[in-house]
């Protein structure tokens, strides 16, 4: 994501003001004096700011040198002789002018004050380079740390950055994108224009040749990789005028996913469902659009991928928990709904009431929007049912006059224990609408029948109605079970001999209490 960000921001086809880059083939590499003092001179005539070399020419003799000593603003570099895979693993035990690190320095540049710094190839990270070195230890007895010659540039120009890391994120993005290219032989032959290089460091080093696969950047890809004169150039740059991309370390990185999470552990649980969902989609765009800002103009790099994830799991771990709250709470009202129906619908007098009939009538005219409705009770001792009450029409409106449950439907609806549908139970039913039967047992026992009738407009939620009615039903049922044991146990209770056996009182708080409670146990 890194890498996309650097690629959007428009190209800029104005250059560095600050750098030059001279790139040179290995058979200018290898000039000599002619050519190396004429091109060292050119450059201080025209007032160059700075001349960098990332190599020691091998056929320069002790006059370069000592030409080279007397501009004060000439640096060499050294470059690290085996290419190292993390600077903070670099051997301690090798110092920086070591034969064996770098590579060795010319027997006659001791006779003179040069200015000598170290550097290395650019930090691979699987095939894309976007840091530089900065620093490297060495094991020295009076300077343990010793600069790239890239910072080495900066820091002599007073420009360079207060404090910096052992390695730098470069910054492609923008005008850095560009940096003036100047030839070698227009240089050496003087055909240069002196305002190119006021106040500029000129960077000499080999270019990239025909068969080289260059180095990989964020924005510089393929058949566009860059030399390492031109890669150095553009890490100068980014010190020179202070565009270091500050990348967070790793206890930063978890500073930031802590917060993250903790503020989204305690803040998304008391948002609405609607709120969580909205806040969750946004939260991923305004990231990427942040982060983006934050790269752009204040040369800031968020983890984006670790926010996210942890962002993730916090919004899977809130949804699981509200999930698995409304799950546990939908199955306490499941439960609990049998209570509840008759807490409300049927106070504590259900039982000894005369007109029981009517507290389940009001209880299915106000839960349920049902056409017709008509309660069948079964005659004591006999297999037979009589019709008790009816809703929205009148008792005299059944068609079917046998009454007797062993036989069909009533023997089917005890057979299915749920509704199920009839025809002709009622008389004048209209064409469209749906007549249903369904038995009201408990315990094996049937208590009676609900028959009703469903109209044509409710036919959509047909399953969702029928599913309702059957758990009616079943409630019914249970409670005309237990209003008849209730009945009989207090037929049984009021038999004095029992009483006198018992040794029961009106004080007995026990028998005040079962009487309050008919079923529990206690």
Not at 28 to 40: A, M, N, R, V
Not at 114 to 136: C, M, S, T, W
Not at 153 to 159: I, K, P
Not at 246 to 256: C, E, K, M, S, V
Request: charged share 20%; aromatic share 14%; proline share 6%.
């Amino acid at each position: 994501m890194y890498d996309t960000f650097c690629k959007l921001p428009p190209k800029s086809t104005q250059g560095s003001k600050k750098v030059i880059i001279v790139p040179i083939n290995p058979e200018q590499l290898y000039s000599d004096d002619e050519t190396w003092i004429p091109f060292l001179n050119n450059l201080h005539d025209v007032n160059a700011k700075q001349i960098l070399f990332s190599f020691f020419p091998p056929r320069a003799s002790e006059q370069f040198y000592a030409r080279a000593s007397e501009f004060k603003n000439v640096i060499f570099g050294r470059q690290k002789q085996l290419p190292i895979t993390s600077l903070n693993v670099q051997t301690a035990h090798q110092p920086c002018n070591g034969a064996s690190a770098f590579v060795p320095v010319p027997d006659v540049v001791d006779k003179y004050t040069l200015k000598i710094a170290p550097y290395d190839l650019p930090v691979n990270q699987y095939g894309i380079h976007r840091f530089e070195h900065a620093l490297f230890p060495c094991n020295e007895a009076k300077k343990q740390i010793k600069p790239n010659f890239i910072l080495a540039a900066a820091q002599m120009r007073n420009e360079a950055p207060q404090t910096i890391d052992s390695q730098f994120a470069i910054n492609f993005m923008a005008i850095n994108r560009v940096l003036p290219n100047i030839s070698f032989e227009s240089i050496r032959s003087g055909n240069i224009v002196p305002e190119l290089f006021q106040d500029r460091t000129v960077l000499v080093g080999l270019g990239k040749s025909s068969d080289s696969p260059g180095f990989q950047t964020p924005v510089h890809t393929g058949s566009r990789s860059l030399s390492l004169v031109e890669y150095n150039g553009f890490a100068l740059d980014t010190l020179i005028e202070n565009r270091i991309i500050q990348w967070p370390g790793r206890y930063a990185i978890l500073l930031i996913v802590s917060g993250i999470v903790i503020v989204g552990l305690f803040v998304f649980p008391l948002f609405s469902d609607t709120l969580f969902f909205i806040g969750a989609g946004l939260f991923y765009p305004l990231t990427v659009i942040g982060s983006f800002l934050l790269l752009r103009y204040a040369f800031v790099w968020l983890p984006v991928m670790q926010i996210m994830a942890a962002a993730t799991a916090v919004f899977m771990f809130i949804f699981g928990r509200k999930y698995m709250s409304k799950n546990q709470f939908a199955r306490e009202v499941i439960l609990n709904k049998s209570e509840q129906l008759k807490d409300r619908f049927f106070p504590d007098g259900f039982y000894a009431s005369q007109a029981y009939w009517a507290k389940v009538v009001n209880m299915v005219n106000q839960t349920l929007n049902l056409e017709r409705v008509i309660f069948l009770e079964k005659v004591p001792d006999d297999h037979r049912v009589r019709e008790i009450i009816a809703l929205n029409t009148s008792i005299e409106n059944i068609q079917e006059r046998r009454r007797d449950y062993e036989r069909t439907p009533y023997s089917t609806a005890i057979m299915e224990n749920r509704p199920i549908e009839v025809t002709s139970f009622f008389k004048r039913v209209k064409e469209e609408d749906v007549q249903y039967l369904v038995p009201l047992s408990y315990a094996g026992q049937v208590q009676g029948f609900w028959a009703f009738v469903i109209s044509s407009r409710n036919m959509r939620e047909i399953n969702y109605i029928l599913s309702i009615i059957r758990n009616f039903a079943v409630e019914i049922g249970e409670l005309l079970y237990k209003r008849a044991q209730w009945l009989a146990e207090k037929k049984k209770n009021q038999n004095l001999f029992r009483k006198l056996l018992a040794v029961e009182t009106r004080d007995d708080l026990y028998h005040e209490v079962k009487g309050a409670f008919p079923f529990s146990r206690f």
